[in-house]
């Protein structure tokens, strides 16, 4: 035989199980709708968003494509020769998941571009070594 104790937790359990049911209903009809949004996105030709591949980030808001779920094509114009470009859908998850970019960069240079910035970088990297060799070559002789 149960307590009285024993009949209202009993009871409570179960008005509050019939309480949270539609909120359980709603939560689940909304994760079907995104779910189904995503998936007519990667049907037009854009990439899901991986998030636990992310780089941790301490920020309070979401990127656009994180909150969208899928990388979009993103139109720039390249900020040295001016030429318009798109950054992929591809490129922007290889950025994003792999190399670990920051999530609140976007491209601004041309492939051609950025390979020409990336050599004139090492150039001006190698004459600063060159030189500071030089200099302790010089203190170091009398």
Known sequence: ?????????E?????????EEPVRAARLAAERRRRQEIEERLRLGEVEVNPS????RSSYSQTEFESRGTYAP???VCQDCGKPE?????QQKWW?????GDKNTVASRCRPCRAA????KEEARRVHLEGVE???RESETP
């Open 1 to 9: 035989m149960k307590s009285g104790r024993q009949k209202r937790e």
């Open 11 to 19: 009871l409570d359990a179960r008005r509050k199980e019939r309480r």
């Open 53 to 56: 591949a992310l780089s941790p």
């Open 74 to 76: 993103i139109s720039f």
């Open 86 to 90: 798109v950054w992929t859908p591809n």
């Open 96 to 100: 994003y998941e792999i190399a670990k």
């Open 117 to 120: 910035e990336r050599r004139r």
């Open 134 to 136: 030089h200099k302790r």
